[in-house]
């Protein structure tokens, strides 16, 4: 994908402070475009806007959009990635997870009906939940527990997609859906819970690795620049294109698998400690990406070894800085 595109956009970037979120604003800085970054800053953090600060086209502005938004923004395009996305920060405040995703996405859906703006929601794996049909086509209706400590974020996300089909089909909104899956890289926090970062801090802290249930449950992980790329491709394609459409790797792989991964990279044995399997964890996913591939010409590129050294590699360097507070559990 080239960096220079013709036209540039003005773009809002809800949920810019957080991990894919940073690496968008930095991708479309780089494109040319005028960047606003919304952040209520719950789960995102100044550290990954540290490198975007200084740029003539960025700005940052700290709302929670559960509320309205300020009536002085007039983006042509919005990427929603507001909404803390990992299992153990988006259960810490159900509610507000739920209100995230519903009062967030019609407060945007709002904006986009006033500015004529183009708008796409970073939806995600979970609206399969925990999924009887395998690999996950979009067509795949999913299989939702609504009354689990996952509904809120899995709920939330599925009426997320339906306020965006339904102001798109009433009230001609320019939407894209990206159902998106596991994504790992540079920038994840230390502390969320997340499997790839958990496991390379504890590697790095010569502790075990903390591996929940017999570890046989599958996840694909995509990188993150594979992501942001699939993500961009997305928004600016052809109108008629909503989606949703889903955006991961199709490399599946254990969770044990990716800690013998990590301590290999460590140059250390295999050490695991094995801990109960948390209620609704999903026992496999994996996406179709037939249709990316189709209408995006989208594919990931980097392979999970690859991605992984690149990864280690960041943590490794941030806990020689003394930037790496948090210890994971
Ligand atoms: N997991 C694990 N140990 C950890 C963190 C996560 O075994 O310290 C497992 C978790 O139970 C799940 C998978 O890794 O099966 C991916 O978890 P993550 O929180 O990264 O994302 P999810 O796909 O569940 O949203």
Partial sequence: MSDITTEAEVILVTGGAGFLGAHLCRKLLTQGHQVICVDSFLTG??????????????????????????????????????????????????????????????NLLELAVEQNARILQASTSEVYGG??????HESYHGN??????????????RCAETLMSDYARTRDVKAKIARIFNT??????????????????????GKALTVYGDGSQTRSLCYV????????????????????????????????DIARRVCGLARQKTNVEFRPLPADD?????????????HLHWKPKVLFDDGLK????????????????????
Avoid: W
């Avoid at 527990?145 to 974020?153: K, L, W």
């Avoid at 890289?185 to 504890?202: E, K, L, N, Y």
């Avoid at 889903?246 to 254990?254: A, C, D, M, V």
């Avoid at 990864?311 to 507070?325: I, N």
């Fill in 45 to 106: 953090s100044e550290e990954n806007l540290d490198s975007l600060q200084a740029h003539p086209n960025f700005s940052v502005i700290e709302h929670d959009i559960i509320n309205p938004l300020p009536n002085n923004l007039y983006p042509t395009q919005i990427y929603n990635l507001a909404c803390a996305a990992s299992p153990r920060r988006y259960q810490a405040d159900p509610i507000h997870t739920i209100r995230t995703c519903v009062q967030g996405v019609f």
């Fill in 144 to 157: 939702v527990n609504p009354v689990g400590i996952r509904s809120c974020y899995d709920e939330g996300k």
């Fill in 225 to 256: 620049d594979d992501m942001i790329e699939g993500l961009i491709l997305l928004m600016n394609s052809v109108e008629t294109f909503r989606g949703p459409v889903n955006l991961g790797n199709t490399e599946e792989i254990s969770i044990l």
């Fill in 282 to 294: 999903p026992g496999l996913r994996c996406p179709d990406i037939t249709l990316a591939r189709h």
């Fill in 131 to 136: 999924p009887k049909e395998h690999p996950q």
């Fill in 184 to 205: 790992y890289g540079p920038g994840m926090a230390p502390d969320d819970g997340r499997v790839v970062s958990t496991f390379i801090c504890q590697a790095l802290q």
């Fill in 310 to 329: 690149k990864t280690y590699e960041h943590f490794s360097q941030r806990m020689e800085k003394g930037t790496l507070a948090s210890s994971p559990m």
